[in-house]
């Protein structure tokens, strides 16, 4: 099993304390975010040909960045997960990956701290390493024998304009 993780594109700011604008579980990509995730993925495809499972955090950004990489990979399936959620727990979305089937190459959308200490946790087993995912960023974990954490191998870890170089 390989996992792409992707960090969501640049969304708007966060809304300040006491403010009436809406939560940040609602916060939208920016055009520019938008624009520049649409190049990255393109160039994601180069790396990355197919991906047989695309999941996002429930979150809106998140949830807008994994409809980019879906119309680029012509897919029309996108599956909530909540421990994509920040806060979520490692434990439980290797479980959820435990459930995929074997060889699939399984794309997840999420957020920071949490998506690079998911990353670190599958590379070596430990919730203290911490793998930084810049916004639109991605990295590619491979897995010999299935998703077990510490059992993972890092193939590659890219910034977004690198990304975007490629497309």
């Keep these: ?73 012509d897919r029309d399936d996108i599956a909530d997960v909540a421990a994509l959620s920040p806060g979520g727990e490692p434990r439980v979305l290797v479980e959820w990956l435990r459930g995929q089937r074997k060889g699939a190459l399984i794309a997840l959308v999420g957020h920071e701290p949490d998506l690079g200490g998911f990353a670190g946790y599958l590379l070596t087993g430990r919730r203290e390493t911490f793998l930084p995912l810049k916004k639109g960023g991605a990295c590619l974990i491979d897995f010999a024998d299935g998703p077990v954490a510490g059992r993972g191998r890092l193939e590659w870890l890219l910034p977004p304009n690198a990304l975007r170089k490629l497309a």
Excluded: F
């Design 1 to 73: 099993m390989k996992v792409l993780l992707v960090r969501h594109a640049k969304a708007e700011s966060r809304p300040r304390r006491g403010s009436l604008h809406q939560g940040d579980e609602r916060r939208r990509l920016t055009p520019g975010g938008r624009k520049d995730m649409a190049k990255a993925a393109k160039g994601l495809k180069r790396l990355v040909p197919v991906i047989d499972v695309l999941a996002t955090s429930p979150l809106v950004r998140a949830r807008e960045t994994a409809e980019i990489l879906a119309r680029r990979y």
